[in-house]
């Protein structure tokens, strides 16, 4: 069977190493060392200036709402995984869904000043598979109607922009660190701000909003993560250029074989490089993603129509609203499998069934 996507494990000793610490100081949550060192670690990994482990990728965007005392609307994308868009909600402020560019399948920002009102407070934008924003034209935006940035960069761990870090740019990015994501600690996420301040309220809003053991600074949640999740990013993090070599290798493979398939690639910010957390393709027509998910299904080979359907036209919760990128995009996309321990042969055989099924 290929899975869409398979989690890392790195060598069990690092683990196993990890957890005989935390065996002797019994210390299993609470900003313990390990969830400490994995924030320095990371912090320069990533070179960016404050960095906080939480709990998931959704408590990180929930926290970066709430930190931001955002209100009323917030212009989002609805070309993204649901947790963007139902963090807006949970926050109590109302998403307003712009349309996707048709070749990046990010936030179009030409459209972004039309759906702003007076109510509108921020703009929440996704890296799509880790492909930079806009973030140059969002800020110009942002700027000029006084509006805060977060950017959902659960897929772009790693990724650089104009030669620094994707997750210096907004307000606040949020990452995700769950076990599909490319960099993972099984469940976790990360807010990276630049602001002294927003880490300080990201901070007490994290530990229950405590200043001190018997003293709150404000309101609130347990947006921590614990000692054995902060074992696996750590024993994880120096795997990572073996992960990003091997998964450049078989999207390389996946490009050269796919040359003459009916599909097309996202077209990737001029500025910046892929780190292969997704292999998308965007096939010609609906039909034939269809029929080439048949078949792959009958040869157990899984992918994932990741993003589908457009979250505009799909959620309970939100108004429903057609938009001609995103829906047209969205009922074509299909994530390929991609993942560490998957195999050029597997990758051929992918290719050629997909080849197959389109000559035919
Ligand atoms: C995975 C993901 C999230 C949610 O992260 P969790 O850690 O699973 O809570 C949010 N946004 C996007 C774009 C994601 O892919």
């Known amino acids: 069977m290929v899975p869409v996507t398979k989690p890392f494990l790195p060598p069990k000793e690092d683990y196993d ?13 609470n900003m313990g060392p390990l969830a400490s060192d994995l924030e320095m670690k990371l912090k320069e990994h990533l070179n960016v200036k404050h960095l906080l482990f939480v709990t998931n990728g959704t408590v990180a965007l929930q926290l970066a709402i709430k930190a931001l005392g955002l209100t009323g609307e917030i212009i989002t994308t609805p070309f993204t995984y649901v947790a963007t868009t139902s963090s807006i909600v949970w926050e109590g402020c109302e998403p307003v869904f712009v349309d996707i560019d048709k070749h990046s ?36 935006i942002a700027d000029k109607h006084k509006l805060k940035v977060i950017y959902d960069a659960a897929h772009a761990f790693g990724v650089k922009v104009n030669g620094t870090s994707i997750f210096n740019y907004g307000d606040i990015s949020t990452c995700s660190t769950h076990a599909t994501k490319l960099y993972h600690t099984c469940e976790g996420g990360l807010v990276v701000t630049k602001n002294a301040d927003t880490l300080k309220t990201l901070a007490y809003m994290r530990n229950f909003g405590h200043s001190g053991p018997e003293s709150f600074q404000g309101i609130g949640i347990n947006g921590k993560n614990s000692e054995f999740h902060a074992a696996m990013g750590l024993a994880n993090l120096p795997c990572m250029d073996a992960i990003h070599a091997q998964r450049q290798k078989l999207s390389e493979r996946y490009t050269l074989k796919l040359k003459n398939f009916k599909a097309v690639q996202p077209v990737w910010h001029k500025k910046s490089a892929s780190n292969y957390a997704y292999y998308p393709i965007v096939f010609e027509s609906e039909a034939l993603l269809l029929k080439c998910i048949d078949v792959l299904k009958a040869n157990e080979i899984f992918g994932r129509r990741y993003f589908y359907p457009s979250l505009a036209t799909s959620l309970p919760y939100t108004k429903n609203v057609p938009l001609e990128n995103t829906d047209n995009i969205a009922k074509r996309i299909f994530c390929l499998p991609l993942y560490y321990d998957l195999t050029i042969e597997e990758v051929d055989l992918i290719c050629r069934l997909l080849l197959r099924t389109q000559n035919n």
């Open 105 to 140: 399948l990010n936030i179009d920002p030409t459209k972004i000043e039309a759906a702003i009102t007076e109510k509108t407070t921020a703009i929440v934008a996704t890296h799509v598979y880790g492909n930079p924003c806009d973030v140059e034209a969002i800020q110009k």
């Open 17 to 29: 190493l990890l957890l005989h610490g935390i065996w002797k100081r019994h210390w299993l949550t």
